[in-house]
């Protein structure tokens, strides 16, 4: 006897099993019928519902003491996406909320990745790049095609969008909206024969956008098709968004309406390079050539840009760069002359108004990391904490001179940033830890085991609670007591 038909796509299915799971079919069925009237029947559209589910938005006495923006990768242009809560906060706040959230397809975190493989289960089902937490809302992006809304207090869903491509960006929201942008890291084959040859290649074959949704219910306002991915999360300064893709171009967007301001041909793709605004001006690095550039937000030109020899692919695409003070800071992955040890991680500190390099410094030597080649530097109160993907180290360097104020062997990889508060650097790392740091010297209080593994997934610490993604398709709020008392260990 022939099973019935379900005409969901798989993916679907299992958001809607994830969301039974949570909720109960009561609670889904309630939530599916306070939503707005049906629309007329559209095939592809029930092939890929979106969903939404008002009930679960928080109160707003409790968004009231989140953020209230978010407007670049990590929420500012020094990266670290930390914030104290005011003391008329629910205590539970302040003290930190404890959830997990699967998202569709998701991986158990103590289990193998899909098919043996980090890299495809990143690809397929992870949530590589890290959250925003805004208004009591967590927003994530996910590479099978999704973007969720999640409650910060409980981590049910309100609402999730499908965008027809990975997305591998922080949501920024601002004014109401939503902005999401998808692409993949992929050539065809065509542009991969014209990387060979040394010719211009586009990268990210697909569907590849610039969506601006309604915050409240994940809807659709506008869409921005661009040709190459628009991987990297983009900038919104005012009321424009600025985004560079695979086809070697920055775009700037009116946030309103998605309309075309300028667009400036760099030749360089970007990778995963977000840019970083400052003075007029946004900071962005780019591959094939390997370009650090600055853009002028009002005419697009390019004020100025720097080559970086010696880079491995994908160059200085990869690292999201930091600003603070007039200076801005980058990371690249260079050559080295050893077999054993063929590349090293440079910290590069380069002169806002003119991009002449105010000083370096090359990492130990290691071997190639397996996928993201650099980590995110984070500033705060003049001190950059970066770590090298390729010796494992993190370090803490003054960002003015360079000088190296402590460094820790934690033998492990790291792509993301940290998230400093209250001194302390909670830093995801290896496969599925977080650590925390004392700032001040280097000291490991403790290391918390999450499970899964940590792409460029820098954390989010609002109050009491460190919010975070995995490449294994999960978000986790964890109190940051949690971490600190967790495995205790030595100090370094």
Same mark, same amino acid.
């Given at each position: 006897?022939?099973?019935?038909?379900?005409?969901?796509?798989?993916?679907?299915?299992?958001?809607?099993?994830?969301?039974?799971?949570?909720?109960?079919?009561?609670?889904?069925?309630?939530?599916?019928?306070?939503?707005?009237?049906?629309?007329?029947?559209?095939?592809?559209?029930?092939?890929?519902?979106?969903?939404?589910?008002?009930?679960?938005?928080?109160?707003?006495?409790?968004?009231?003491?989140?953020?209230?923006?978010?407007?670049?990768?990590?929420?500012?242009?020094?990266?670290?996406?930390?914030?104290?809560?005011?003391?008329?906060?629910?205590?539970?706040?302040?003290?930190?909320?404890?959830?997990?959230?699967?998202?569709?397809?998701?991986?158990?975190?103590?289990?193998?990745?899909?098919?043996?493989?980090?890299?495809?289960?990143?690809?397929?089902?992870?949530?590589?790049?890290?959250?925003?937490?805004?208004?009591?809302?967590?927003?994530?992006?996910?590479?099978?095609?999704?973007?969720?809304?999640?409650?910060?207090?409980?981590?049910?869903?309100?609402?999730?969008?499908?965008?027809?491509?990975?997305?591998?960006?922080?949501?920024?929201?601002?004014?109401?909206?939503?902005?999401?942008?998808?692409?993949?890291?992929?050539?065809?084959?065509?542009?991969?024969?014209?990387?060979?040859?040394?010719?211009?290649?586009?990268?990210?074959?697909?569907?590849?956008?610039?969506?601006?949704?309604?915050?409240?219910?994940?809807?659709?306002?506008?869409?921005?098709?661009?040709?190459?991915?628009?991987?990297?999360?983009?900038?919104?300064?005012?009321?424009?968004?600025?985004?560079?893709?695979?086809?070697?171009?920055?775009?700037?967007?009116?946030?309103?309406?998605?309309?075309?301001?300028?667009?400036?041909?760099?030749?360089?793709?970007?990778?995963?390079?977000?840019?970083?605004?400052?003075?007029?001006?946004?900071?962005?690095?780019?591959?094939?050539?390997?370009?650090?550039?600055?853009?002028?937000?009002?005419?697009?030109?390019?004020?100025?840009?720097?080559?970086?020899?010696?880079?491995?692919?994908?160059?200085?695409?990869?690292?999201?760069?930091?600003?603070?003070?007039?200076?801005?800071?980058?990371?690249?992955?260079?050559?080295?002359?050893?077999?054993?040890?063929?590349?090293?991680?440079?910290?590069?500190?380069?002169?806002?108004?003119?991009?002449?390099?105010?000083?370096?410094?090359? +990492? %130990?030597? #290691?071997?190639?990391?397996? *996928?993201?080649?650099? &980590?995110?530097?984070?500033? $705060?109160? !003049? /001190?950059?904490?970066?770590?090298?993907?390729?010796?494992?180290?993190?370090?803490?360097?003054?960002?003015?001179?360079?000088?190296?104020?402590?460094?820790?062997?934690?033998?492990?990889?790291?792509?993301?940033?940290?998230?400093?508060?209250?001194?302390?650097?909670? +830093? %995801?790392? #290896?496969?599925?830890?977080? *650590?925390?740091?004392? &700032?001040?010297?280097?000291? $490991?209080? !403790? /290391?918390?085991?999450?499970?899964?593994?940590?792409?460029?997934?820098?954390?989010?610490?609002?109050?009491?609670?460190?919010?975070?993604?995995?490449?294994?398709?999960?978000?986790?709020?964890?109190?940051?007591?949690?971490?600190?008392?967790?495995?205790?260990?030595?100090?370094?």
């Amino acid at each position: 006897m022939n099973e019935p038909r379900s005409f969901l796509h798989p993916r679907a299915r299992l958001l809607i099993s994830a969301a039974i799971a949570a909720f109960g079919v009561s609670a889904l069925v309630g939530a599916w019928a306070q939503s707005s009237e049906p629309p007329e029947r559209n095939p592809v559209a029930e092939e890929f519902p979106n969903q939404y589910f008002p009930k679960n938005l928080p109160s707003p006495e409790l968004a009231e003491a989140f953020p209230k923006n978010w407007p670049t990768y990590a929420a500012n242009a020094g990266r670290n996406a930390a914030f104290s809560l005011p003391a008329s906060a629910p205590k539970a706040l302040r003290d930190g909320v404890s959830w997990a959230f699967a998202g569709a397809g998701a991986v158990p975190l103590d289990g193998p990745p899909m098919a043996g493989n980090f890299k495809t289960t990143a690809y397929t089902v992870g949530m590589p790049v890290g959250v925003s937490v805004v208004g009591g809302v967590v927003y994530v992006g996910d590479d099978n095609g999704y973007t969720y809304a999640l409650n910060a207090i409980d981590g049910k869903l309100i609402w999730a969008f499908y965008g027809w491509n990975m997305t591998m960006s922080n949501p920024l929201v601002a004014d109401d909206k939503v902005f999401v942008s998808t692409g993949n890291p992929y050539f065809n084959f065509a542009n991969t024969m014209k990387y060979v040859r040394g010719e211009r290649p586009t990268r990210g074959p697909g569907l590849n956008t610039i969506f601006a949704l309604d915050q409240k219910s994940g809807k659709e306002i506008w869409a921005f098709h661009t040709p190459g991915e628009a991987m990297p999360t983009p900038l919104l300064d005012g009321k424009f968004l600025y985004a560079g893709t695979g086809d070697g171009h920055i775009y700037k967007l009116a946030a309103d309406t998605g309309a075309l301001v300028w667009k400036t041909d760099t030749v360089s793709f970007f990778s995963m390079s977000s840019p970083v605004g400052g003075d007029g001006r946004l900071f962005v690095g780019g591959t094939k050539p390997n370009f650090f550039y600055a853009i002028d937000e009002d005419s697009g030109n390019i004020a100025w840009k720097v080559e970086i020899p010696d880079v491995v692919p994908t160059g200085v695409g990869d690292c999201t760069p930091a600003y603070a003070d007039g200076v801005v800071i980058d990371e690249v992955t260079v050559k080295s002359d050893s077999k054993d040890h063929p590349v090293a991680n440079v910290l590069l500190a380069l002169d806002a108004k003119d991009g002449h390099i105010l000083w370096q410094d090359r +990492l %130990p030597d #290691g071997p190639i990391p397996p *996928a993201m080649k650099t &980590a995110t530097p984070v500033i $705060v109160d !003049g /001190v950059v904490y970066e770590g090298s993907p390729v010796s494992g180290d993190y370090f803490a360097v003054d960002l003015k001179t360079g000088r190296e104020l402590w460094r820790l062997p934690l033998r492990s990889q790291m792509r993301a940033g940290a998230a400093i508060h209250d001194g302390i650097a909670y +830093l %995801p790392h #290896g496969s599925g830890d977080i *650590a925390a740091i004392r &700032a001040s010297d280097g000291a $490991v209080l !403790g /290391v918390k085991h999450v499970g899964g593994a940590f792409g460029p997934s820098s954390p989010v610490i609002v109050g009491g609670t460190l919010y975070i993604s995995n490449i294994f398709g999960w978000v986790n709020a964890i109190p940051v007591a949690d971490i600190q008392n967790s495995r205790k260990a030595a100090a370094q």
